[in-house]
């Protein structure tokens, strides 16, 4: 592989390689583990680690996060990628948006802390996430815009409108298939 690795390219590769194989994803923690072990297989020189926190790689500043899903490092730590993931199940759509747009600010946060790239993998099953009667809000983002930017309010609870996550880039992405009507989306920093 290159000194730098395509995070999109391993992504795709992932997806593709779970439908001809019919391996099931059925939570998080699934996608996870499918996931490092196709890195572990396709990245042989590299250490694929699940659930690291933030100080193994000496950052000291504050994140909207302490753990990172699956790093990716040499031995030196030279080169450093983290892949934030999310498979929500419970519907609580607008929620589960607002926490990828929150992972999206910490993969931010790591890229201004050293990392050499960093990613949010998002797989969803169902149609919510990405259409729907409403695209205003924080649904315009996910179902009509494919991107997310700025600063994006918080859309339910006591802080509805009041927190937001304030984004420094702006991200684009296009929801691709999965296989068995679920779609995913990865957003590169």
């Known amino acids: ?10 992504v795709d590769d992932f997806f593709l390689f779970i439908q001809s194989k019919s391996i099931e994803i059925y939570n998080e923690f699934s996608l996870q583990h499918e996931l490092g072990i196709f890195l572990r297989e396709k990245l042989p020189d590299y250490r694929i680690q699940f659930e690291r926190n933030v100080s193994y790689f000496l950052i000291n500043s504050k994140t909207i996060k302490k753990e990172i899903d699956i790093s990716i490092f040499n031995d030196d730590k030279s080169e450093r990628y983290a892949i934030e993931l999310k498979h929500p199940l419970n519907e609580q759509y607008p929620e589960q948006m607002y926490s990828f747009v929150k992972d999206v600010k910490f993969m931010e946060q790591l890229k201004e802390n050293g990392f050499t790239k960093t990613a949010v993998v998002v797989l969803v099953s169902d149609r919510p996430f990405y259409e729907g009667r409403s695209n205003q809000g924080i649904y315009k983002y996910f179902r009509n815009e494919y991107m997310v930017y700025g600063d994006v309010l918080k859309p339910t609870g ?7 996550i304030s984004l420094k880039g702006t991200y684009n992405f296009s929801w691709k298939s999965a296989g068995n009507n679920k779609k995913y989306f990865m957003i590169e920093v």
């Open 1 to 10: 592989m290159d000194a730098l690795l395509n995070l999109r390219q391993l």
């Open 158 to 164: 006591a802080m509805k409108g009041k927190e937001f």
